[in-house]
């Protein structure tokens, strides 16, 4: 089901809402939780009977895992390690089967699949895989949230409970598909307070305004620009040059298409959890207005970059410090294996993340070279030199200006399905004389990209515009970077009122023609 579908949104949405509001002001947390978890099984019962399969096979086997990784006492600690072991690969292995496996065709005959049945990636796995493999690692290390909320269940009330409210915490439907991944030392704590249940006008508030601007994005500024770009697309995966024109056309457009597809599901994200009383970790901090390659993974999917973090890079760091310091190694050979290998690894498996494809791995190495190279540079004395005799705004245009354009280029790899069609897209961007070819772009178009990019690069950003209502859970701190005169605050009044309701009038102009989010796909 998508967030911009109206039956989603004034049906499905009120509806559950009322019924969530009504038995939670009884005062029964788990009456109220049951409600979230039957519609969000509403909400993912349209992507199929196999992928709702998987997920209740999931998640009961990872809270079996995860109260036996509680329970077992410490005199069974080899047994601990298994079962953490144990449930880690099997999460990872569901992932690497269903979304990297059974998308082939000869895997598909080993099995015996129906020929007749399109093969689609069960929705929101890699997401889920996520959230999962974190409450394993939490359970392993006994944190009170997680015992709290799963972990001292008792009979089969306590065990049902548990179940409820370990759903809850995973396929909870604003954050089922497409995240933001969440820890439950972020999530138990709110469904378990005293005032979870309880309507209050500020989550209200909250909940309407990121919802109305998510929707705006998504419908009003990154559904405009795909219907720009995607001839262009089309032209190039069918192994055509396009114009120069319709090649930057293309560059940038999907550079902006896909920060506001994606930053608007995670506004709508965040604004219907908000109206549950539930606060999610912020995705998206302005991006696009990063100064490198570093400050970019900062902003930029945010609660991805952590766990990736977690799971991969300090483990790889770690042994490779040890080993470089056992091996006596020095400079930038120590440097090499302590910091660049990891890096490396941890940016390919990044692109993989979204999809098992040369683009993708073409995508990964790029990161992570630049993202060495750019650690490298930053720890020299020169740029620090640099950085004291320079003033911010002067650092902060150049850097924008010299991380922009690798963005732009590496970023139209998710849009190309081949090297090929990335390849044919870079000939046309050289390609200065047009070669008589009729331009797939209309020049009218471009005003719209320039009032995209004005959003993007001058306007508060839905973080920084509600930061006094505190609307999500901030993982990185970073400076406002919004010229000053346009730092305007959030405030319930006529004025932010009336902005609201024009943003509407142009969501219900395109809301009959909502088209899938583009990371539905990852």
Known sequence: ???????????????????????????????????????????????????????????????????ALIGFPDEKGAHRRFLLTAGLVLDFSLLFIFKYVLIYPSAQQIIGWDKNIEYAIPAGISFYTFHQAVFLVDAYSRRSDVIEMVGSAQGRVGSATAFIRYTTFVAFFPQLIIGPITYMREFGPQVLGIKFGKLNSINIIIGITFIITGLFKKLCLADPISDIINPVYTALEKNNVVTQKDAIFAIIGFYFQLYFDFSGYSDIALGIARLFGVTLPYNFDSPLRAVGIVDFYRRWHITLTRVIALFLFTPLSLWGTRK???????????????????????????ALWHAASLPFVVFGLVHGAWYVLETEVRATKRFKTFATKTSPLLRFI??????????????????????????????????????????????????FLIEAAAVIYLLPSTLEWTKSLKPGIITYKNQSTTPIPLRIKFSPDIKTTILLIVMMVFIFNRINEPTPFLYAGF
Do not use: C, E, H
């Open 398 to 447: 150049g850097g924008v200006l010299l991380t922009a354009g690798p963005l732009m280029l590496t970023f139209a790899l998710f849009r190309s399905p081949t090297l090929t069609a990335f390849g044919n897209l870079l000939t046309s961007l050289t390609s200065w004389g047009g070669d008589g070819k009729i331009s797939l772009v209309n020049m009218k178009k471009l005003r």
């Open 1 to 67: 089901m998508l967030f911009a579908n109206p039956f989603f949104l004034f049906a499905v949405l009120p509806a559950t809402l009322i019924l969530f509001y009504a038995v939670s002001a009884r005062g029964n947390r788990t009456a109220g939780l049951f409600v979230i978890v039957a519609s969000s099984a509403v909400f993912y019962a349209p992507y199929g009977i196999l992928p709702s399969g998987l997920l209740l096979v999931s998640l009961t086997t990872n809270l079996l895992i995860g109260q």
């Open 324 to 350: 470089a310091v056992d091996l006596g190694l020095r400079g930038w050979k120590r440097r090499a294996l302590a910091s660049w290998a990891p890096f490396m690894v941890n940016f390919q498996i990044i």
